[in-house]
């Protein structure tokens, strides 16, 4: 994946993640008392908002091959962590999936890995 490409797929991804974190936590501040709907929505954010200004501003020394892949895959990341939240306050749930969010996890972490050795063979 070229750094063009991922920054655009990036940006893209970054407008539609942030929109349906405001529709969603709209909806969910409605169910749920107090700030933490927004907050989460903060920080969610502001962790896709650094994964896209990397992309656009990358250290000198980086590899923006393996790195383009770490941050659509964590683009992609705290959009499920947004959508598990979102399903646990419409089900009425008081706490979080943590099998789902563990298994997203490895999943993560497994791109990552991927991403890393396979970062020498990627155009």
Known sequence: ?????AQHVAVVFF??????GLIG???AARAVKGPRPWA???????????????????RPDADIRWGSIVAIAVLGF?????????ATVRRGATTFPR????????IL???????????????
């Open 25 to 27: 936590t709209a909806a």
């Open 1 to 5: 994946m070229t750094a063009a490409v």
């Open 40 to 58: 989460l929505f903060a920080i969610f954010t502001l962790l896709e908002g650094v994964q896209v200004y990397g992309l656009f501003a990358p």
């Open 15 to 20: 407008g539609v993640l942030v929109a349906y």
């Open 78 to 86: 705290c959009g499920y962590l947004q959508y598990l939240y979102f």
């Open 99 to 106: 099998a789902a969010f563990y298994i997203s996890v490895t």
């Open 109 to 123: 972490l497994g791109i990552v890995i991927a991403a890393r050795l396979a970062s020498p063979y990627l155009p």
